[in-house]
Every structure is written in structure tokens, then in C-alpha cells.
């Protein structure tokens, strides 16, 4: 694959693209803390907003008194689920349902009442004053007996049929949603097999551990103020960014009446869904005549990026360590009601194993009901399975005293499909490059001790770069006044996709990336995100489209001036032209004759020759383009294609007097097909690492068995690694072109997120397994020691 059904796919001289530490166009903003999120909104007259929040994991409020709430000096507003009003909210699928419901799934949820105040504490005090009546439920936090006969129903009701679900529906019983599918004769190829291994794995929770919780307020006019707007009440959202059209049709306003002008949506990975705080603040600004904000604590935004899961696997392979059958049973939190269904038996479509050589692969799989906590869309699907594979190359090596990365090789099938026995070039480069940079010599399990007496231990893993972005763009580039404008609503969602852009642009048209002008306005159709920070490859594909249209343009409308001279402005407007170059343009006739080159009009014939663009075009000078690249390899393989790669090197040290684990070193080799905007690529490279780090050693979600409460749902008790915990990640950065976006572009996406690198490592460092938090009194437990 390769960019070649675009303009220029193929080019290979870059001055722009590419090129590290350009400035984000909102970077300024963002670390002078003048960026506003949802939470630093305020308008006159404002009012506050408060959820009730269950206390209790899995709960019913059959009743609630709200006589003495509404008592309290500065309470405006109280909304129950049973107010006709909740049910004018839309949204969904199914028979109509109040927008806030009596049940709660998880500890925390907002349920039945919110309160609208004059500030947040009187809120809270409205809220302590309310008389309930709970019937408390039976819960489930553990994903295991939650699937056992017999278990207390963790959800109350089914989720309503979603018609975008193709047939056949996945069969349930009690808490559990059954998926399977299979691949050619497991049995058989199990029987047949020359060695098999059997192994469990946990899959740990990730938390999305958002620093800017989210929070919106809105507000209504009656549409006086603004005729442009035309008839009718306008609202206005702030804080919900990026679902400005999903809000306004939340409450039936059309996407030209709803009106967002913040940029900064917080940082967030790949969590794409809102919170009742971002879309409740139109109903009750509605009721009371005037702004209302509502913003969730840190404390209330507690979810999750991927769900626990438990995997139990059994692979056949040969003497070589070609592997011939698979058979992954898993049993996966589906968590509370309403988590995104990304990452259940989404998997078994794509996975590790269908980029393997082997044809056998059955997969079941029991997806859980629980009162755990919620994944909102579109949670961490990257997939969750992924190290199932790595797990398995690991103990095949281990067992038949081989390099994993020579068991993966083996293993791993052609670009083409499954059958296709030839090498992946992308593959073969990262493995190149990453053995070269981190000195990669494998041993076995136990066998190194470090100068200092602790063991050392070391792991491989592979994936795919993929561009899961799928979205249809829509460009439009200006040439004003002498300027070339990017018009687009934004956002800045912290992938920096608007850059990438304008970047292409500058280089297509033969600026630098300083001269193109981004205008971010939310009226723009223009969008750069789609997928998530791959999209910034597939927008990318769509400008460069869009600005070679324009240069187009601008070429005609040039040779259009030098017939027809505009007449001299009385004024003297205009930027002045250089005499040596008043006849540069003589004797053209065609735009075929001219082209762009560092800011100017010039000739094809004689670069030297030429005028700025402001006085070579007087005219302004428009360009749209609508459409998408080609379809991604990942999109139609799901892995049974392969085109961009990146793996993984991981070393550490295990102290096995205290449990203590260092990562000495975490090697990154990554191919997204074209480099775009380094500082972009890196970033998502280290904060996807520590994501994995995170979650391997420190991070753990502990819950009360006889509440089901969780115990350490704040950023203190519930650790993460930081820059002081680990290493700085070594990358190196590749560029096959092989990718079918921007220039050859795929991406990264969160490919490199991984749930076991570093347990692996630590198995190769001490010859014994721990399930992840890797924390010194598992690892001391493991080694009995504790």
C-alpha cells in the first residue's frame, strides 16, 4: 500500500512535513494556562447544577421527598426523573425514556434529582436535604462469580436494541453476553499439535484519569441579538466540545442555532464520550431563564479506558514454533449499564491472532454485566487482546529455547493475507532498527543476574500502526488578501491534527507552515479529528487534495492578472511590487507555465523569476475538496492484511530481596508509514507508555466485597507512574510510505498500549508469573516471600 491515488503521495522532498518543534497553533494558550475548558466558563446571572450520585454500587430510588431541599435559601430549580421535562431530552435508541433514571449501575452514578442553585454549596446542602427512599440491590464487582448461576443481576434492564448491530445478536443468560466465533478445525489441530501451552492472563483496568474533568454550561437567547442566526432561540454550549451537533440535537436546535466558540475539549485518551454534566445544562438553563454550568469532580469521573478481562489460552504449535491452533476463552467486564460495547467481542474481529500464519483460531468469549465502574465511548480498543499473542511468542520461545523475535517472525503472516509467506517490510525494518538500539540479546527465564544482584529481565512485542479513521472530510482552503486560510471548527482535542494540516498545506503550496492561517471558527464544517490522532492522516490526505485545487486556482488566477493587470489602487494598497521582477511573467499564457515556490509565483522555466503571492494574485481565490483516502488496510483486514508496524523492546531489573521492579529501559521502533508532525508522534508514544506502565505496576482498583464500593477512586490512593518512575522512552522513528493516507501515512493510534511488556519482562527477570499491579508484595508473594 502507498499514498497513490492522491496528488503527490509520492513526493519525496519535505521541508515542512516532518519537521520537529513546529508550535501548535493553541500551544501558547495551553501552557500559559489562558486555555478555557468547560470548567472555566462562567457567565453573568450564572447558576449551578448538582447530580445526586448513588452511594451505592447498584441502586433504585423508588422515592424521593424534595420538600426541604427546595427549603433551602438559593435552591432555584429541582428536577426529578418523573418531571415530564426529562423525557424532552432525546437521544438513543428504544421506546422514550427519562433522560435521568431512577437506577444507578455503579457508585457514583448520577440518578433521579439534580439541583439548580445559586452556587455548588448550596447545591450540596439541597442535596443532603432530600428525603430518599433506596432499595438497595444486590451488586457485582467481581467479573468471575458475576457469571456464575445465580449471581445478583448487576443491570436491572437491557440496554435498547441498537440498530447499527448487524445480526445475529449474541445470545445472554443472567449477567452474560455470549460471542464466538471460529477459524478452520481447533480440535483437530489441537490433537495434531507437537507441543501446546496453556496459560491465564489478566487484563487490568486502565483508568482514563482525565486532569480536566468535564463541565459545560449553557444559556438560551431568544435570537434577537443576532439576525444572522435567523429566527428562533439559539443555545449556547460550552464545554461539550466536539459534540456541539450531538448536544443541539439533544434538544431539537439545529447545528447553525447551537453555538460553541471554546477550543479546548482536555485531555483525554481516546474517551470520546460525554457526561450527563456536558448535556444536562440546556434542559435547566431552559427552565430558569438563565445560564446554568454543571461540572463533575475528579472524583466523579473515575472510568475507565478498558475493562478488566481474564483470558485462558491454549496454542499448538510445532518443533519450529509455527503455531497451528489457538483457542482463546476470555471472560470480560462489560462493566455498568451503558459502558461502550468497543473492546468486548468487538476483539474477536481483530486480535492478535489474525496476524498469524496459523488458520485454527476459535475465540469465546463471556462478556460480564458488573457494577465495576463505566467505559465510555469510545474507551481503549486497541484491542484488548493483543498480548494474548505476545504472551504466547513468549512461551514458545521460552519452552523450544528460541528469540521471541524470531518465533514472531516466523509466525507472522505476508502483507497480503494469512496465506502470504512473505516478510512485512515495515516488520522487518522495526526489528532491524529496535535490535540494533537496544543491543537485543535474549536469554532464558532466570539465567541473568546484573552487577548489582538483581535479575534481569526482557520482552518483545509487535503491533500494527493502524489508521482505524474512517471519516469522509470536508476542506476548504481561501486565498485572502494575499494569505492562504485553513478554516475549521476544531477542536483541540491534544492530538494536534489541525497542524498536521496545515503543515501539508504550506508544503503543497510552497509555503512555510507559519504563513498558512488557521481559522478556527465552529461554524466551519471542517473537522480534522476522525478515529482519533490517526485521523490527523487521514484529514492530512483530504487537504493535500483541497490545497493542490487551490494552487490550481491560484495559478489560473495568476495567469487570469497578467492578461487582464487590475487597474492601481488611488490608495496604494497592495504589497509593492519589485521592479527587477515587473516583467517576470512575460510571455506566459498558461498556468501550466507557473508554480509556487517559497510564498511566490514563479516561473517553471526560471525559479528566479518571479512575484509574491499577494501581488501575483490580487484576486481572492477559493478551494474545496470533499472525500476521504482509500479504505486503511486495518479497516479491511482487520489485521489479516499488514502494512505499517512498531514494536516493542522492554527491560528490567527485579529485586527479588524486596519486589522492587525498574524499567531500565523501554525501546520504541514505530512505522505509522509517514512521519507528519514528530513532536505529535512522540508525545503519543510517551503517553501511551505510561499509560502501560501504569497500569502493570501501580495502578489497581480496590473495591469493599461487603459494599462493592470502590476504595481508592481519587488520584492519590490510586497510584500512577510519572516521569520520575520510569526511563525516558527511546524511539525510533520510521518511514516505509506504506500507508495508504498522507504521503504513504498511516498512524499510531494506541497500538503501542499494552498490558503486559513489562510482566513479561519481570517473568524473564525471575522464572515465576504475577498478574498485574506488579507491586513489591505481589512480586515478593510470587516468589514466596510474603
Not at 444536562?280 to 475528579?298: D, E, K, Q, S, Y
Request: hydrophobic share 35%; net charge negative.
Amino acid at each position: 500500500m502507498a499514498d497513490i491515488a492522491g496528488v503527490n503521495g509520492q513526493r519525496e522532498d519535505f521541508r515542512v512535513v516532518g519537521k520537529p518543534n513546529l508550535p501548535g497553533k493553541l500551544s501558547y494558550a495551553l501552557a500559559t494556562g489562558l486555555a478555557k475548558f468547560g470548567m472555566d466558563y462562567t457567565a453573568p446571572n450564572m447558576l449551578h447544577a448538582k447530580f445526586l450520585r448513588s452511594p451505592y454500587p447498584n441502586a433504585v430510588v423508588k422515592s424521593v421527598d424534595i420538600t426541604r431541599a427546595k427549603a433551602v435559601p438559593g435552591v432555584v430549580d429541582i428536577v426529578t426523573w418523573e418531571d415530564p421535562d426529562m423525557y424532552t431530552v432525546g437521544g438513543g435508541f428504544g421506546p422514550p425514556a427519562p433522560y435521568l433514571e431512577n437506577w444507578a449501575s455503579e457508585e457514583n452514578e448520577e440518578i433521579a434529582v439534580v439541583v439548580v442553585a445559586e452556587d455548588e454549596d448550596i447545591c450540596e446542602e439541597a442535596l443532603r436535604q432530600l428525603d430518599i427512599e433506596w432499595d438497595v440491590l444486590p451488586f457485582v464487582i467481581d467479573v468471575k462469580k458475576g457469571r456464575e448461576e445465580g449471581a445478583p443481576r448487576a443491570h436491572i434492564k437491557e440496554p435498547p436494541p441498537n440498530p447499527f448491530s448487524p445480526p445475529p445478536v449474541a445470545p445472554r443468560k443472567g449477567n452474560v453476553t455470549y460471542a464466538d466465533t471460529t477459524q478452520g478445525d481447533v480440535d483437530k489441530a489441537l490433537a495434531e499439535a507437537k507441543h501446546i501451552v496453556e496459560f491465564e492472563l489478566k487484563l487490568p483496568a486502565f483508568l482514563s484519569g482525565m486532569p480536566n474533568p468535564p463541565a459545560s454550561i449553557a444559556w438560551w437567547d431568544d435570537g434577537s441579538d443576532d439576525p444572522y442566526l435567523g429566527e428562533g432561540p439559539n443555545l449556547h454550549i460550552e464545554g461539550a466540545v466536539q459534540r456541539r451537533t450531538n448536544v443541539g440535537a439533544m434538544y431539537g436546535v439545529s447545528n447553525e442555532k447551537t453555538i460553541q466558540r471554546g477550543l479546548f475539549q482536555g485531555g483525554r485518551y481516546c474517551d470520546w464520550g460525554l457526561r450527563k454534566s456536558q448535556e444536562i445544562t440546556p434542559l435547566l438553563a431552559r427552565r430558569t431563564g438563565r445560564p446554568v454550568r454543571c461540572a463533575n469532580t475528579r472524583e466523579e469521573t473515575f472510568d475507565f479506558l478498558m475493562n478488566e478481562r481474564f483470558m485462558y489460552l491454549k496454542v499448538g504449535f510445532d518443533d519450529t514454533g509455527l503455531i497451528s491452533a489457538i483457542d482463546d476463552w476470555s471472560v470480560a467486564d462489560n462493566g455498568s449499564f451503558g459502558s461502550s460495547s468497543f473492546g468486548a467481542a468487538n476483539d474477536q474481529g481483530y486480535g492478535p491472532y489474525y496476524t498469524l500464519k496459523c488458520p485454527n483460531i476459535r475465540q469465546r468469549m463471556d462478556v460480564v454485566d458488573t457494577n465495576r465502574g463505566k467505559m465510555y465511548l469510545s474507551g481503549q480498543h486497541c484491542p484488548f487482546n493483543w498480548d494474548s499473542g505476545t504472551m504466547a511468542i513468549y512461551l514458545i520461545a521460552e519452552k523450544l529455547n528460541m528469540d521471541p523475535v524470531d518465533v514472531a517472525k516466523l509466525n507472522l503472516h505476508g502483507p497480503d493475507s494469512q496465506e502470504d509467506m512473505r516478510p512485512v517490510p515495515s516488520f522487518e525494518a522495526c526489528l532491524e532498527a529496535g535490535k540494533k538500539m537496544m543491543n537485543w540479546e535474549p536469554h532464558r527465564a532466570g539465567a541473568k543476574t546484573l552487577p548489582d544482584g538483581r535479575r534481569h529481565g526482557a520482552s518483545f512485542r509487535y503491533q500494527i500502526c493502524p489508521r482505524h479513521a474512517f471519516s469522509g472530510y470536508e476542506c476548504k482552503l481561501e486565498l485572502r488578501n494575499g494569505v492562504v486560510h485553513m478554516p475549521t471548527q476544531g477542536p483541540c482535542t491534544g492530538i494536534y491534527a489541525v497542524e498536521c494540516n496545515a503543515m501539508v498545506v504550506a508544503e503543497e503550496l510552497g509555503l512555510e507552515y507559519s504563513d498558512v492561517a488557521i481559522d478556527f471558527d465552529y461554524r466551519e464544517i471542517f473537522t480534522p479529528v476522525g478515529g482519533g490522532s490517526d485521523g490527523s492522516t487521514a484529514s492530512a490526505w483530504a487537504m493535500k487534495e483541497c490545497a493542490n485545487i487551490l494552487k490550481r486556482n491560484i495559478l489560473e488566477a495568476a495567469v487570469e492578472q497578467i492578461k487582464n493587470p487590475p487597474a492601481p489602487s488611488m490608495f496604494g494598497f497592495g504589497a509593492p511590487e519589485d521592479p527587477a521582477q515587473k516583467n517576470a511573467f512575460e510571455g506566459i499564457t498558461s498556468a501550466d507555465e507557473l508554480d509556487l515556490v517559497g510564498g511566490r509565483v514563479v516561473r517553471r522555466d526560471d525559479n528566479t523569476r518571479g512575484k509574491p503571492l499577494g501581488v501575483a494574485v490580487a484576486a481572492n481565490v477559493f478551494a474545496t475538496f470533499s472525500g476521504r483516502p482509500p479504505v486503511s488496510l486495518w479497516t479491511a483486514g482487520m489485521g489479516k492484511m499488514l502494512d505499517t508496524m512498531n514494536i516493542v523492546f522492554t527491560e528490567v531489573a527485579v529485586d527479588e530481596e524486596t519486589g522492587e521492579v525498574e524499567i531500565l529501559r523501554n525501546g520504541i521502533v514505530a512505522d505509522p508509514g509517514k512521519v507528519l508532525r514528530p513532536t505529535s508522534l512522540e508525545s503519543q508514544i510517551d503517553q501511551v507508555m505510561y499509560f502501560s506502565q501504569s497500569c502493570q505496576l501501580l495502578g489497581e482498583f480496590v473495591y469493599d466485597p461487603k459494599t462493592g464500593l470502590q476504595l481508592n477512586n481519587n488520584m492519590i490512593d490510586h497510584k500512577r507512574t510519572t516521569m520520575l518512575d520510569v526511563p525516558p522512552v527511546e524511539s525510533v522513528l520510521l518511514e516505509t510510505r506504506s500507508g495508504n493516507a498522507a504521503y504513504g501515512a498511516s498512524g499510531i493510534s494506541h497500538s503501542l498500549c499494552n498490558t503486559h511488556a513489562i510482566i513479561i519482562a519481570i517473568h524473564n527477570a525471575i522464572g515465576v508469573w504475577v498478574d498485574p499491579p506488579a507491586t513489591p508484595d505481589v512480586v515478593l508473594r510470587a516468589l514466596g516471600k510474603a
